[in-house]
């Protein structure tokens, strides 16, 4: 199969970061580039979450623009190519799936994740740890997440989910205990943690949650925007009370798509 268009992709980059290219590309190194890999992923699950295709379809251009542009700065500086990528990621997937590649017998879903870990403990044999892996550059929310699950993984795990909500009360309490602000910090981290686990018992991605309360939040305050009489700043706290009533009635729709 041939694919011109990823080929020109890769010529393109390869001109914009070469001498006569753009300065912008030419000063541009992994590091000052990790901030536009979180963003474009993000775009990416944005438009997977509003189920639109054509914006998803662009967005994931803008990662694969990322990852051709930190292989063409490896390349000049003879680390590694696109192809290497490509190799090395290849490699990997026919390594970890040998009930497709190989002649290993699976029978759910379960078993071929139980040999995934498996397949990947023997890739990586330097990590003695359960908690060795934990990506460091994803969010808190994530990292917690994924703590929680490696630890659940080898029986590290509350006994029901109610006890689940006694832990999050126990937390909360904690927090209103604690008397200085660097209490009260790690005491709030307990209280998102434990609710991290909360979601996770409920098979809820708790990112995912916040991303959409967050935009749920946004479009009721712009409503709120839209239907005040004055400006913001000179509400009363019953204003305030209605218009986020109106609003949450307005917005109702919105999100719950």
Request: include cysteine; hydrophobic fraction near 35%; aromatic fraction near 6%.
């Amino acid at each position: 199969m041939n694919y011109p268009n990823l080929e020109k992709l890769i010529e393109i980059i390869s001109i914009l970061r070469s001498e006569n290219g753009c300065k912008w590309d030419r000063e541009q190194t992994h590091a000052t580039l990790k901030r536009n890999m979180l963003e474009e992923a993000y775009e990416a699950v944005e438009a997977i979450d509003e189920n639109n295709i054509n914006h998803l379809k662009e967005e994931l251009g803008d990662v694969l623009l990322q990852v051709v542009l930190h292989s063409q700065i490896a390349k000049e500086y003879n680390e590694f190519t696109i192809e290497d990528v490509a190799k090395q990621i290849s490699d990997k997937l026919i390594h970890r799936h040998p009930h497709v590649f190989g002649d290993i017998k699976v029978k759910s879903t379960d078993e071929i994740l139980d040999n995934w870990e498996k397949l990947k403990k023997e890739e990586k044999p330097e990590r003695t740890s359960v908690m060795d892996g934990i990506t460091k550059g994803q969010s808190a929310l994530m990292s917690a997440q994924k703590i929680s699950k490696k630890a659940v993984k080898v029986g590290f795990e509350w006994p029901d989910e109610n006890s689940l909500y006694d832990c999050v009360l126990s937390e909360i309490r904690e927090f209103k205990e604690a008397k200085t602000k660097e209490n009260k910090e790690e005491e709030l981290g307990d209280i998102l943690f434990a609710i991290v686990n909360l979601a996770r018992w409920n098979k809820i991605e708790a990112e995912s949650a916040l991303l959409k309360s967050n935009k749920k939040f946004i479009n009721r305050f712009k409503a709120m925007e839209q239907n005040a009489n004055k400006e913001l700043e000179n509400l009363t706290l019953e204003e305030w009370d209605k218009l986020w009533k109106q609003a949450k009635k307005q917005t109702a729709d919105i999100s719950h798509t």
